[in-house]
């Protein structure tokens, strides 16, 4: 609710008007702080504090509401009582509550901002209304059927239900891979459940290196994306989000990214991991904490997204009703922004994204149209921002031509039909590099041809995604798992993925 000025009516008609309300007037939560507050727990939000007096008697006429219909039915709670020869205790009651409320000036101004909204239909005063009432209801769908859905892994029934698939998956970790099970605490006070399988004593080079895994909205590291670099035979650490499995608390953002980074903290304090041995790979919906991860820890030697998306928002307006869209837009922003493409666009290091061609999940219009997969969003967006001058509406063109492509022979047919020569773009970008040696963005292309911006669009959109032609859900072979691209220095050649 917006901050007005309010001035207390003193007397007659209007006082005793006001006084009506504070007993009649609705039961108020305010969601957003005060100027004059200080910041609670971000896990939250901004409660409406009622002053000791409404407190308690709203508390007392809450228990006698168990024997009635509603304390908000006045009338019928009048008649209850004084059948029960009581009249002068329930008018005690509700003197109580009306001085309470009347001595509260945040209560007031709610009441007459509602009133005043009534009486003088004005664009100010709805907004000042509908932001209220979304603000109310904004917070009750997020913290009841919103996160549900956004995350059904954190539902008891499924869990139960799924019980002896963690209970043989966590067994398996243990049994066959020597797994260390180990409950974190994070700083919200939330433990998070994880799973550490360490390879460095074996053979190979890839032990060394941690990937950190993070799952999807109803996936656990017992049954989830952790088998894909295992069997690769890497050095991998599984955790939970907050709610799932063995984990407490609710998988809000702020809650994701506390998680994440007390997993971090634990690879390199505990399990003696640099940042730059540390792989950080997520699939679907754990691209939020991936991406906070790689925003935050600037060091770790890359990431990897897979079946991800740039921002949450134009997958909830797809299954909410079109008449709902202002409130999904408000209460995903405040409540469940997970915009991983503003997150992973402050990270300068290697980056890859898989987009499964047939996914079913984060498309907007279905698994038959790729061009809806908010994952081509997500590379867009990161390009755009990497090489701002190569990405200009021919490049953006010529790349969502190859994105059309929904397998191998339509993408090398986009990619011969412009004739990019690979050898060509490398020596552009390592030139660039070696001239500059800069983070991005880069302005590179800047003055070059069209054909040229068109040869290093196409060459990096393939150097950054790689498709894997399946839905949403299918596990990621150890084959697809790849080491993100990197550009070399000039003396040193580049490398490609493994």
């Known amino acids: 609710m917006g901050t007005v000025g309010f001035r207390s009516p003193c007397t007659g008609r209007m006082a005793g ?9 609705p039961h108020l939560q305010r969601i957003h702080r005060s100027p004059d507050q200080t910041r609670p727990d971000a896990r939250q939000g901004w409660s409406y504090q009622p002053r000791s007096l409404e407190k308690h008697t709203d508390s007392i006429l809450s228990w006698v509401s168990l024997w009635s219909l509603s304390y908000y039915s006045s009338p019928l709670l009048l008649c209850y009582l004084y059948r029960k020869a009581d009249v002068s205790c329930a008018l005690s009651l509700y003197l109580c509550l009306c001085w309470g409320r009347w001595k509260n000036s945040e209560y007031l101004q709610f009441i007459s901002i509602l009133e005043e909204t009534k009486r003088n239909h004005t664009p100010a005063n709805k907004v000042k209304y509908v932001m209220s009432v ?69 053979e190979g080079q890839n032990g060394q290196t941690l990937v950190i895994c993070c ?23 599984g955790w939970n989000h907050p709610g799932f499995g063995g984990s407490t ?69 797809k299954v909410m009703p079109d008449s709902w869209r202002p409130l999904v837009q408000h209460t995903v922003r405040q409540y469940m922004n997970l915009n991983n493409a503003e997150q992973l666009i402050k990270y ?55 994105l059309g492509a929904s397998n191998h022979l339509e993408e090398a047919s986009v990619y011969s039909g412009y004739e990019v020569d690979d050898d060509w773009c490398v020596s552009v970008l390592q030139s660039y590099q070696a001239d500059r040696d800069v983070l991005f963005p880069w302005s590179v292309g800047e003055d070059m041809t069209l054909e040229g911006r068109r040869q290093l669009a196409l060459f990096l959109a393939r ?36």
């Open 134 to 202: 979304f603000s109310v209801s904004s917070f009750l769908i997020a913290h009841t059927f919103g996160r549900r859905m956004l995350y059904p892994g954190s539902v008891g029934l499924l869990q139960k239900a799924m019980r002896p698939m963690l209970q043989q998956g966590q067994a398996r970790l243990i049994e066959e891979f020597d797994g260390q099970r180990n409950k974190l605490v994070a700083c919200d006070g939330n433990e998070i459940d994880t799973m550490f399988v360490d390879r460095r004593k074996d």
């Open 348 to 402: 300068q290091g290697p980056v890859l994204l898989i987009r499964r061609t047939r996914d079913e999940i984060i498309t907007t219009m279905g698994p038959e149209d790729v061009m809806s997969n908010r994952g081509n969003d997500l590379l867009l967006k990161l390009l755009q921002f990497r090489y701002p001058k190569i990405m200009t509406d021919e490049g953006i063109r010529v790349i969502r031509q190859w």
């Open 215 to 237: 799952e999807g909205n109803a996936g656990f590291y017992e049954v989830g994306c952790m088998n894909t670099p295992l069997e690769g035979g890497y050095s991998v650490l």
């Open 463 to 498: 150097k950054y995604m790689r498709n894997f032609e399946t839905t949403h859900c299918t596990p990621l072979p150890a084959s697809e798992f790849h080491s993100p691209w990197r550009l070399k220095k000039e003396n040193d050649g580049w490398m490609r993925g493994k």
């Open 249 to 317: 608390g609710v998988p809000f953002p702020q809650n994701e990214a506390n998680a994440m980074d007390v997993v971090i903290q634990f690879a390199m304090h505990k399990l003696g991991f640099k940042l730059s041995d540390i792989v950080v790979y997520a699939w679907s919906i754990g691209g939020y904490p991936a991406s906070w991860a790689a925003m935050s820890y600037p060091e770790i030697q890359s990431i990897v997204l897979d079946a991800s998306f740039d921002d949450l928002l134009p997958l909830a307006l």
């Open 17 to 25: 008007w006001m006084w009506l309300r504070c007993v009649l007037g």
